[in-house]
Nanobody
């Protein structure tokens, strides 16, 4: 069973930076069609995609974070990272890591990111 665990959330002032990490365990072999990435959910809103990366390297970003957030991975460690720069108050949310492949859709517990002055 694949499990994912996030780390790295916290509080930061507008314009600041944070780096989130997500490690996946229980993966026997990787496929280039596997995806790992980040979603977020703000209070009263639906969970939304932030950034995802396929094992083959293809990435997809939400328009609201393009140019500010960067997703990267260390496939040998089954870990993905989300570097968040120029953070805005509207980025405040619980950020969830996700691992997905055919028949598998694993979510982490989430990590809080708060952007406030």
């Amino acid at each position: 069973q694949v499990q994912v665990a996030e780390s790295g959330g916290g509080s930061v002032q507008p314009g600041g930076s944070l780096r989130l990490s997500c490690a996946a365990s229980g993966i026997i072999s990787r496929s280039r069609f596997d995806t790992m990435g980040w979603y977020r959910q703000a209070p009263g809103k639906e969970r939304e995609l932030v950034a995802v990366m396929a094992s083959g390297g293809t990435t997809n970003y939400a328009d609201s974070v393009k140019g500010r957030f960067t997703i990267s991975s260390d496939n040998a460690k089954n870990t993905v990272y989300l570097q968040m720069n120029s953070l805005k108050p509207e980025d405040t949310a619980v950020y969830y890591c996700n691992f997905r492949r055919i028949g598998v859709n694993s979510w982490g517990q989430g990590t809080q990111v708060t952007v406030s002055s």
